[in-house]
């Protein structure tokens, strides 16, 4: 396989090697300060968030019969709590539960199908079946 200048491998590589340039210890060991900080922040729903959250989970199950999953709640919830923990928030608000229905819409809605690999024998060489 030919690399071109535009390949995914070649754009990682360079995003890698700018950001490498930008990082000092100093940088680093802030960064690593603010995420022990929001892996060890305190978070909690209050009762009446709850009853959204919960509200906002049959709607979105009713409006899209088959497509979302509990899996989907537990994702919102992970999503919901990382949102307010960032911002300082030992709670969430409902501008911020907004904000990650919106950010789940989006990534919805901008997911697309992975083509699937044509079967290739041990040798590289396609199969035709």
Same mark, same amino acid.
Do not use: C, I, L
């Given at each position: 396989m030919v690399k071109t200048e535009d390949s995914p491998s070649n754009m990682l590589e360079t995003c890698f090697r700018n950001i490498s340039s930008l990082l000092n210890q100093d940088l680093l060991n802030r960064l690593r300060l603010y995420l022990t900080q929001c892996r060890e922040?305190?978070?909690s729903l209050t009762e009446e968030l709850?009853?959204?959250?919960?509200?906002?989970?049959?709607?979105? %199950?009713?409006? &899209?019969?088959?497509?979302v999953t509990v899996d989907d709640l537990h994702a919102h919830l992970v999503l919901a709590r990382l949102v307010a923990v960032s911002k300082g928030k030992s709670s969430l608000d409902e501008g911020d539960w907004n904000h990650v229905k919106q950010l789940?819409?989006?990534?919805?809605?901008?997911?697309?199908?992975?083509?699937?690999?044509?079967? %290739?024998?041990? &040798?590289?060489l396609p199969l035709h079946i």
């Open positions: 922040q305190e978070y709850q009853k959204e959250v919960q509200d906002d989970f049959v709607r979105m %199950r009713q409006e &899209n019969q088959g497509q789940e819409r989006t990534r919805r809605s901008q997911r697309t199908a992975a083509p699937r690999a044509e079967p %290739r024998a041990p &040798n590289g």
